[in-house]
């Protein structure tokens, strides 16, 4: 994956998504979420999943691929002692967020770009812009780097799986589990899965430091 490609992918990407902005709003529908519930169902997972650090501290959070500040509602809601900084491609969903939550930091970026504990992608890479599988592949490995480089403890992401071979339906990237794993032990020191009994369709990847 180049460079010029990735940005290519993300320029169609934030297209696709302004689209559906339009008809639906800054609303769960119009991120194409199923529902609220849904994506806090997601959500109760990936803070499990940062608790298990154990942190004595006021944790800090990268988010990448924020929308429209949907987990810093759901931190504050949950009374979590944090620091968030929210990251997205797309620059409307970003200004939405800095008008809504003065006070927070956001940017229009792909990966983080301040040093924070832990980085999460709550589905971020489930809406791909290719039916090419092998090119989606690189392009969430591709970003996974560019993410963990200012992740102090590590990284945790969510992908739809498939019990069969990885496929695009649409426009939605299904991982095979197995195949995703050792790809990722590939590029990074130590990998960990994640099942989650509260979101069925998602596999959960923490990568550490």
């Keep these: 994956m180049n460079n010029l490609l990735n940005l290519f992918l993300n320029s169609q990407i934030v297209k696709t998504y302004n689209r ?14 199923n529902s609220k519930k849904s994506q806090y169902d997601r959500f109760d997972t990936l803070l499990f999943l940062i608790m298990k650090f154990k942190f004595k501290h006021k944790v800090s959070i990268s988010d ?19 620091y968030y900084s929210g990251y997205d491609i ?31 992608a709550s589905g971020t890479y489930n809406y791909t812009a290719t039916d090419n599988v092998k090119i989606w592949e690189e392009y969430i490995i591709f970003n996974l780097k560019k ?22 339906k649409n426009n939605i990237y299904y991982t095979n589990v197995e195949f995703m ?13 994640f099942y989650s009994t509260k979101s069925l ?9």
């Design 64 to 82: 990448i691929g924020c929308g429209y500040g949907s987990f810093l509602a759901y931190l504050v809601e949950k009374k979590v002692n944090f």
């Design 201 to 209: 369709s998602d596999i959960y990847f923490i990568i550490l430091k």
């Design 147 to 168: 993410c963990i480089v200012k992740s102090k403890l590590g990284l945790i992401f969510n992908l739809q799986f498939t019990k069969k071979e990885s496929f695009i």
């Design 20 to 33: 559906n902005l339009n008809l639906n709003g800054f609303t769960p529908l119009g991120l194409f979420w």
């Design 90 to 120: 797309n620059k409307n969903l970003i200004k939405y967020c800095i008008r809504n939550y003065p006070e927070i930091f956001f940017k229009v970026s792909y990966y983080p770009t301040e040093l924070t504990d832990i980085t999460i």
């Design 181 to 193: 794993l050792n790809k990722l032990k590939k590029e990074f020191l130590k990998v960990n899965k």
